[in-house]
Each structure stands twice: as C-alpha cells, then as structure tokens.
C-alpha cells in the first residue's frame, strides 16, 4: 500500500521563490547596504584652505546610497559628486571601539571603493576615509 505525501503549503513557496529569484539573474549585492552605524551626514573635520574652491566637504549616507558634496579628500577625483551613487559597505574587523571595513559605491566607470574606519568616541563618532595622503575625518552633522 503507497502512503500519499503532501508538501507543506510554505515549503512549497520558498522553492518557488527560490527558483524565480535564480532564473531571474538576481544580483546578490542587492541585498546588501551600507552599515548602519554609517548611516547619516559626515562633516568633515579639516579647515577650508585657500587653495579649495568648493565648501567643507560632506558624505551623507542612506541606507543604499552614498553623496559627496564639497571639497573631500579621498573624493577629489574622479568621483561623481552631488548625486546619491547606489552603494554598501563591508567591515573588516571591529574592536569594539573601532570598526574597518570599506564603502563600495557605483559611479560612472564601475565599482569604485575606499577603506574607513569609524571610531566610537566618549561623546562623538568619527569617520576617517581614504588612505594616507589622501585621508579626511569627518563628525557626524
């Protein structure tokens, strides 16, 4: 005598889900955003010299999108500023106190990334960007 098998309803839906999303070309960094100890407006922390035509420089950062605006460091070249750019973020490693990873963002030309690291202060967050010589601090706005 052959027992009849049923499948559950919700295992049925995952599998079907499951083969929409994988003929679909999904792109898995769809899923991913950037940090959300990110998240915000950075202000840079350097003084405006003679030499910089545009204002201090900012990064504000959503939840998927990262804009730079004014004169920043790390961004000076190269990057498309004034527009939200579609991006996310990766840590490396964390301390507890401080946290390293690095912010990937699509401009025109590609992928383009740059590494930070965001130290939880006593009383205030700091962002630094880049790396040395091009390295810039920001506190949040």
Same mark, same amino acid.
């Given at each position: 005598?052959?027992?009849?098998?049923?499948?559950?309803?919700?295992?049925?839906?995952?599998?079907?889900?499951?083969?929409?999303?994988?003929?679909?070309?999904?792109?898995?960094?769809?899923?991913?955003?950037?940090?959300?100890?990110?998240?915000?407006?950075?202000?840079?922390?350097?003084?405006?010299g003679?030499?910089e035509?545009?204002?201090?420089?900012?990064?504000?950062?959503?939840? %998927?999108?990262? !804009?730079?605006? @004014?004169?920043?460091l790390?961004?000076?070249? $190269?990057?498309? +500023?004034? =527009?939200?750019? &579609?991006?996310?973020?990766?840590?490396?490693?964390? %301390?507890?106190? !401080?946290?390293? @990873?690095?912010?990937?963002?699509?401009?025109? $030309?590609?992928? +383009?990334? =740059?590494?930070? &690291?965001?130290?939880?202060?006593?009383?205030?967050?700091?962002?630094?960007?880049?790396?040395?010589?091009?390295?810039?601090?920001?506190?949040?706005?």
């Amino acid at each position: 005598m052959l027992k009849k098998y049923s499948m559950k309803p919700g295992i049925g839906i995952f599998a079907l889900v499951l083969l929409i999303f994988s003929g679909c070309g999904w792109d898995g960094t769809a899923v991913e955003n950037f940090d959300y100890d990110l998240r915000g407006t950075w202000v840079s922390t350097r003084t405006l010299g003679w030499w910089e035509t545009e204002g201090k420089g900012k990064l504000v950062i959503t939840y %998927d999108t990262i !804009t730079i605006t @004014g004169s920043v460091l790390p961004f000076s070249t $190269g990057y498309t +500023k004034g =527009v939200e750019l &579609e991006g996310y973020s990766e840590e490396t490693s964390s %301390d507890g106190v !401080t946290e390293r @990873g690095t912010l990937f963002f699509k401009d025109i $030309g590609g992928l +383009k990334s =740059v590494p930070y &690291e965001l130290l939880h202060a006593a009383h205030e967050d700091v962002l630094a960007v880049g790396t040395v010589p091009n390295l810039e601090t920001f506190k949040r706005e």
